[in-house]
């Protein structure tokens, strides 16, 4: 056994939010500070775009948000998919800010402008990539080592199992869940959905069942 000296002893230091894998993890595992972070990092990435680019063309300007903004704002999202209204809002106007940059839409309500350059909502897009998340878990394209498994109801009157959420009590973080936010929204998703063979055909089907319960817009 070695023996040290008090003095060759180093204190760690003790912090409330701390960078892991590229996420900002807080103590009280509220995501502020990571939402925070990718709205800076696409903001500054929309300022040096438009000195970049004279033009204001709207399919360019779409092309350029979509490759060189957007995944700023979706880096490992479904490990810090934001739950608080602000966070939620914070991320969605950096979109919003994007979508204005061309002259011929930035009068057009932010509704318009998301159907003019067939886009969706940043929140809707969270949902799906839950769901393509949960389909690469649920067909072992993801291996998760769970300590405590999804709670899943045994199939039923020709029904599939239905993921069932946790309950919790005074404790959004865990209502939040990956496991418990997928639950609903997986469940309603058709047996055709589901039961795609490959997550291309998984994708193709999930959009065309979204388009079905909320319009016609693709998901790009």
Known sequence: ??????????????????????????????????????????????????????????????????????????????????????????????????????????????????STLNLTTLEKRRIRGDLIQQFKIVNKLDIIEWENPPNVAPPRSGRRGQYKRELTKNCAQRYNFFNNRIACEWNALSDNVVSASTINQFKARLDEHQSCHSGSVTHR
Request: charged share 30%; proline share 2%.
């Open 1 to 114: 056994m070695t023996s040290y000296d008090n003095e060759d002893l180093i204190q760690i230091e003790k912090t409330e939010s701390e960078r892991d894998l590229g996420i900002q993890v807080s103590a009280n595992l509220k995501y502020n500070a990571q939402v925070s972070k990718s709205a800076s990092k696409a903001n500054s990435m929309i300022g040096m775009l438009k000195r970049t680019f004279v033009t204001r063309n709207k399919d360019i300007w779409k092309k350029l948000y979509t490759t060189y903004v957007r995944p700023h704002l979706e880096f490992a999202i479904s490990a810090w998919n934001p739950y608080l209204k602000k966070d939620i809002d914070t991320l969605e106007k950096v979109q919003r800010r994007a979508t204005k940059i061309s002259h011929a839409i930035k009068n057009l309500s932010y509704e318009n402008r998301l």
